[in-house]
């Protein structure tokens, strides 16, 4: 069983649609008996970081989800949530990669970074088949800083985590729901995994 973490975030009938496309199920769900089961847990999201910390610390989430042991993604707010701190709503995070979350600060550029933007830097399994000319769509006005766990890097004003890595835990600031095609090889990647 897929499972597709609950927490009143947006974005998941876009994930559920994707994993429909490649013949896959999912559950969505906040219970954790059902996470701890599940074959691969999907951490997606769409929203504001301080609400969302909040409903996962009001269902002992946040403890649940940093002790799984099965493969796990994260996306857009999933990966905000999955490091240590955000600036957005001065939240503490669930700790799980050791890098910080800061606002795009720019007179120049628009905010949200918001559009099809390539990936350099790419380390991790997830992206087996998938090159750095490849496009993936980004919508976000906090991004993850550079650091040892970025399996991926963007630029967009500045350089950031566009994805990271610690033993099981996978995240993906952009949405490979919404990134066509090479967003479905993404996922594929995880399901594989």
């Given amino acids: 069983m897929i499972a597709i973490v609950k927490y ?10 994707a994993l429909h ?21 999907i951490f997606p999201g769409v929203g504001e970081a301080s609400s969302a910390m909040r409903y996962l610390r009001e269902r002992g989430l946040d403890e649940v989800l940093k002790s799984l042991n099965q493969p796990f993604l994260g996306i857009c707010l ?22 910080n979350v800061k606002r795009f600060q720019s ?10 933007n390539n990936c350099s830097e790419l380390k991790s399994s997830l992206f087996n088949g998938i090159s750095t000319a490849d496009d ?3 919508v976000h006005s906090y991004h993850a800083e550079l650091g040892t766990q970025t399996t991926a890097q963007c630029e967009y004003i500045l350089p950031f985590s566009a994805a990271l890595q610690k033993d099981n835990f ?5 949405h490979p729901e919404k990134s066509a095609e090479v967003g479905q090889q993404l996922i594929k990647n995880f399901l594989e995994l």
């Fill in 136 to 138: 993936f769509y980004f």
């Fill in 21 to 41: 496309r490649l013949g896959v199920e999912a559950l969505v769900t906040d219970d954790p008996k059902l996470l701890r089961e599940a074959e691969k847990v």
């Fill in 170 to 174: 996978h995240a993906v600031q952009f």
């Fill in 107 to 116: 007179t120049k550029e628009k905010v949200p970074h918001m559009g099809w």
């Fill in 78 to 99: 999933g990966l905000q949530l999955m490091c240590k701190h955000s600036e957005e709503g001065n939240t503490d995070c669930l700790g799980i990669f050791n890098e």
């Fill in 8 to 17: 009143n975030a947006g974005n998941i009938r876009s994930v559920t649609n």
